[in-house]
């Protein structure tokens, strides 16, 4: 059986109403790690152990913020043999952890997800991508501080990436299908047909994906 640590921003809880077409939680609020509650019960149905964060606010703390709260997470449960998901931005999370902690970790898995450069910041990568978030993200550490890792010890970890082909996420996701490219050591790639967030509105496909992956 494996350790599932599922990391991802934290979603308003109007937007898990809008996307869901329910009326699941109050408005003006923030989702954290229950943004997974439809993946983790089919996980840990399966025998698996799940681990899904509520990060601190990207607002008011720095990515190191993030990566050392997952990353104590792991050490506090003595975790190993993990599968470690960043959604979205917290693809940057997750590669920080993996710089971390290598050894700990049997796999990554970039769920539509920015792909770390070192020395780069979420806000870099967005510019060369060309994509322009909703909101103002210039003034947020999370997004500001820029990620330095050795990429030698991320490339000795196996990955995944996942691209969401009706994403609106489709300029940074590929930007990193050329990165994964240029460098495919130790690289899987595959799409799902569903929208940025598939945990929230394709769960289905996505936890289908994440079991075929777990028994092989």
């Known amino acids: ?11 308003p809880t109007e ?29 840990e149905a399966e025998g698996h152990s799940v681990f899904a964060p509520t990060l601190k606010d990207e607002k008011t703390h720095k990515l190191s913020d993030q990566i050392e709260e997952v990353s104590q997470l792991i050490l506090r449960h ?18 920080g952890v993996a710089n971390r902690i290598p050894d700990r970790i049997d796999l990554l898995i970039y769920l539509d997800a920015v792909l770390s450069v070192s020395g780069l910041s979420v806000v870099d990568i967005f510019k060369l991508a060309h994509f322009t978030p909703k909101m103002p993200i210039e003034n947020s550490p999370t997004y500001t501080e820029k990620l330095y890792f050795d990429s030698q010890k991320i490339h000795s970890i196996r990955r995944l990436y996942v691209l969401c082909t009706e994403s609106n996420f489709t300029s940074v996701t590929s930007l990193a299908k050329q990165q994964i490219i240029t460098d495919r050591e130790n690289w899987d790639y595959t799409e799902l047909a569903t929208s940025h967030l598939p945990m929230v509105t394709h769960p289905n496909e996505l936890n289908k994906l994440l079991l075929n992956i777990a028994n092989h």
Not at 78 to 95: E, P, Q, R, W
Request: hydrophobic residues 45%.
């Open 1 to 11: 059986m494996s350790n599932y640590v599922l990391v991802a921003g934290n979603l």
């Open 15 to 43: 937007a898990w109403n809008r996307l869901t077409g329910r009326n699941d939680y109050p408005y003006e609020g923030y989702l954290g790690g229950k943004v997974w509650n439809q993946i983790i019960p089919v996980l």
């Open 78 to 95: 003595d975790l190993k043999n993990i599968i470690l998901i960043g959604a979205s931005y917290c693809g940057m999370v997750i590669t």
